[in-house]
C-alpha cells in the first residue's frame, strides 16, 4: 500500500531554519517526480517545490526562491524540504506528494499525497 509520511514541522519563531521530511513506501520511488505544497489558513493549496525523477532537477515557486532547498535520497525512499529564515507568512500545512509525470507544479498532477505536517511561525 502506497504511504507518504510527513514529519518534521513545530512551532518555531521568525528567522529559524527547519527541516521536513517525507519518508514513502509502496511505489518506485526513484521513478517519481516528488513535490511539496502547503495550504495556510484560508488559501488554496501552492505548490512550493519540486525534484524531477531521473536526473534530480528541482523547480521552486518564485514566492520561495533562495530560502527553500528540496532533496532527495533514493536509496532510502525519502524526500526533504529545508527551509531557512522562516516567516510568519509560511504558516501553513506542508504536504508531500508523487508524481509520474517528469515535471509537476500543479496538485491535480500528483497522484499520492501525505495527511501534511503543520508548520507554525511565529513573529
Known amino acids: 500500500q502506497v504511504q507518504l509520511v510527513e514529519s518534521g514541522g513545530g512551532l518555531v519563531q521568525a528567522g529559524d531554519s527547519l527541516s521536513l521530511s517525507c519518508a514513502t513506501s509502496?511505489?518506485?520511488?526513484?521513478?517519481?517526480?516528488m513535490g511539496w505544497f502547503r495550504q495556510a489558513p484560508g488559501k488554496e493549496r501552492e505548490f512550493v517545490a519540486g525534484i524531477r525523477w531521473g536526473d534530480g532537477m528541482t523547480d521552486y515557486a518564485d514566492s520561495v526562491k533562495g530560502r527553500f532547498t528540496i532533496s532527495r535520497d533514493n536509496a532510502e525512499n525519502m524526500v526533504y524540504l529545508g527551509i531557512d529564515s522562516l516567516k510568519p507568512a509560511d504558516t501553513a500545512v506542508y504536504y508531500c506528494?508523487?508524481?509520474?509525470?517528469?515535471?509537476?507544479?500543479?496538485?491535480?498532477?500528483?497522484?499520492?499525497w501525505g495527511q501534511g505536517t503543520q508548520v507554525t511561525v511565529s513573529s
Open positions: 509502496g511505489f518506485t520511488f526513484s521513478s517519481y517526480t
Open positions: 506528494a508523487a508524481t509520474r509525470n517528469y515535471a509537476a507544479i500543479t496538485s491535480r498532477q500528483y497522484a499520492y
